[in-house]
């Protein structure tokens, strides 16, 4: 219950103590750059400037910059056929990008399913819908073999056909719009199914990009963690909250930055904590704040403490 | 006593471990059994939906297109669409309806040029070369040439006139002192492109391209025709073989 009452308040007092643009500020750079992305697809179609074409399987940006999703051509591979240097150096191009700057940084910044499945942990937490269904974390894993292995046993990119990632893409750019009913139903799984149920457990795509993640520079740090006050509202907003613990709690002499590749990078505990603890930096920061002043006596982590705040 | 209470909290532990795990594998087999069945629904084409030229054979074009589109973006003419979600060919792949817009045989190629992956072949440089499907008249009781007219019409766009298409003259046997030009489709230059298809005057087109799988013959690989056999040979293939003279009908007295 307290939990509940919790996630409906989260980012409340960040934005009380701080502002309204500082507790919001990354969740609007992400919402920009989501649209940002779709704009350069669009404006060739509504406006006859093409700068690029394609969709997120494969695209190609001012008639020179090729572009492919990993897990497409993974697809592909796994249907035996062997693309041509356009894709593969596509490829390369993206899996070089998210080794630096963030892996599942894709599904935060530029996946436009990202605000379906937001939407839906955002309804889910106004209305305090339980938990629900409960994946285990191996399930996007064991998905995205069980997807490789429809491709190869009918020797076609089969998730293309449903992927809602690139189905989005397809109805905004060439008006494929049943391909929407897709979507439709990934909000309604995370919204009464499962929690964070596509994006943190099922999609293969994001897989992909968590596999990435594992060894990406560009990471968020827990560095002011000696100023946490337990209140858990990034708890509540992260999508995919196992990963906040070990950097925030720092046990067994866990370093502050969040290294798990299912982190997406998304900055919104960064915007949501009252404390400001967390921050972008890269894998090897291994700073820590000093705790300067003393915390109010240690409530230890339960959420009475918190609730008081509140 | 000890040990059984020890049993007793192990044991819940582990089966919750060993169903959730289990749960987890079937929910993901689940899940890539019908993403298979769904795919595998899919791979066959609809007789009336054309692949771009230069496409693979549809088995290996459906493992090899990404469903990104970039050739509907070169596509001038607006002839190729991408598939929508069972609506036919798999969705997200592009393909064409002659009847609505054929392809117009671009001398550059623009939508093979620009596919990333292979699905559209690179080997294809010359567009009279593609095979997008192939022509046949279905209905001989509609065409107006069979009927003895001279429509043409078909003829008359074919973008490879008298070799896709020629005109076969013929004796009218309904009206007994006519001619009918029969429109014949040679497959070996027949790029599918569905000029035709689309031009026809008729409600119902008398001549349709139809996928090659669906209309084209194959000559067996083990035949040998013996007038090619012996050209090629530049000499009788049984040397020393006597040509008898052929017997002619008596002439009636």
Same mark, same amino acid.
């Given at each position: 219950m307290t939990a509940r009452i919790q996630a409906r308040i989260a980012g409340r007092e960040a934005w009380a103590l701080h502002g309204w643009w500082t507790a919001h500020k990354y969740l609007i750079l992400r919402r920009l750059t989501q649209l940002g992305v779709l704009a350069l697809f669009l404006s060739g179609p509504l406006a006859g400037v093409w700068i690029a074409k394609g969709t997120l399987a494969a695209s190609l940006t001012f008639d020179a910059l090729p572009l492919t999703d990993p897990f497409v051509v993974l697809q592909s591979l796994a249907a035996r056929h062997w693309p041509e240097t356009t894709?593969?150096? %596509?490829?390369?191009?993206? @899996?070089?990008?998210?080794? +630096?700057?963030? %892996?599942?940084?894709?599904? @935060?910044?530029?996946?436009? +399913?990202?605000?379906?499945?937001?939407?839906? @942990?955002w309804m889910r937490r106004r209305l305090g819908v339980e938990k629900g269904f409960s994946m285990r974390r191996e399930t996007r894993w064991l998905v995205a073999l069980a997807v490789l292995a429809a491709a190869a046993a009918t020797g076609t990119v089969a998730w293309e056909m449903i992927n809602p990632v690139t189905l989005i893409y397809r109805a905004a750019l060439f008006g494929t719009l049943a391909g929407l009913a897709v979507v439709v139903a990934v909000f309604v799984f995370d919204l009464v199914v499962a929690r964070d149920g596509w994006c943190g457990h099922v999609c293969p795509i994001g897989t992909a990009y968590a596999l990435i993640g594992k060894a990406t520079l560009l990471r968020v740090s827990a560095r002011g963690r000696a100023r946490c006050d337990d209140c858990l509202d990034c708890f509540a907003v992260c999508p995919e909250s196992h990963v906040i613990a070990p950097a925030l709690r720092g046990r067994d002499g866990a370093g502050p930055v969040i290294a798990s590749g299912d982190c997406t990078a998304c900055g919104r505990c960064v915007d949501v904590c009252p404390e400001r603890v967390f921050a972008f930096t890269h894998r090897f920061d291994t700073r820590v704040d000093a705790a300067v002043p003393p915390p109010p006596p240690a409530a230890g982590r339960s959420a009475p403490a918190a609730l008081e705040k509140a | 006593m000890v040990m059984s209470t020890e049993t007793d909290r192990k044991t819940p532990t582990r089966r919750r471990f060993v169903q959730a795990t289990l749960r987890t594998a079937a929910g993901a087999g689940a899940c890539g059994l019908?993403?298979?069945?769904?795919?595998?629904?899919?791979?066959?084409?609809?007789?009336?939906?054309?692949?771009?030229?230069?496409?693979?054979?549809?088995?290996?074009?459906?493992?090899?297109?990404?469903?990104?589109?970039?050739?509907?973006?070169?596509?001038?003419?607006?002839?190729?669409?991408?598939?929508?979600?069972?609506?036919?060919?798999?969705?997200?792949?592009?393909?064409?309806?002659a009847r609505q817009i054929p392809c117009e045989m671009c001398e550059d190629i623009p939508c093979v040029k620009t596919c990333p992956t292979g699905a559209l072949d690179k080997s294809l440089t010359d567009i009279g070369a593609a095979r997008m499907g192939v022509a046949v008249i279905v209905s001989r009781d509609t065409c107006?040439?069979?009927?003895?007219?001279?429509?043409?019409?078909?003829?008359?766009?074919?973008?490879?006139?008298?070799?896709?298409?020629?005109?076969?003259?013929?004796?009218?046997?309904?009206?007994?002192?006519?001619?009918?030009?029969?429109?014949?489709?040679?497959?070996?230059?027949?790029?599918g492109c569905g000029k035709c298809e689309k031009s026809c005057v008729l409600t119902d087109a008398a001549i349709k391209v139809l996928p090659l799988g669906l209309a084209a013959g194959r000559q067996d690989e083990h035949y040998r025709r013996g007038w090619e056999e012996k050209r090629k040979a530049g000499r009788e293939l049984v040397p020393g073989l006597i040509d008898l003279p052929d017997r002619l009908p008596e002439a009636k007295p």
């Open positions: 894709a593969l150096t %596509g490829v390369a191009i993206v @899996a070089g990008f998210y080794l +630096v700057f963030g %892996g599942r940084t894709f599904c @935060a910044w530029v996946c436009p +399913v990202n605000p379906v499945t937001d939407l839906a @942990a | 019908g993403l298979a069945l769904f795919a595998a629904q899919s791979r066959s084409l609809p007789a009336d939906a054309l692949r771009p030229p230069g496409a693979l054979p549809e088995p290996q074009f459906l493992s090899a297109c990404v469903r990104c589109g970039l050739c509907v973006r070169a596509c001038p003419y607006d002839t190729l669409t991408l598939a929508d979600l069972a609506a036919g060919p798999a969705a997200g792949t592009p393909f064409f309806r107006l040439n069979l009927q003895g007219l001279r429509c043409d019409v078909c003829y008359r766009v074919c973008p490879v006139i008298d070799q896709a298409i020629t005109l076969e003259q013929t004796h009218n046997r309904r009206t007994g002192k006519h001619a009918v030009f029969e429109p014949v489709v040679h497959p070996d230059a027949c790029t």
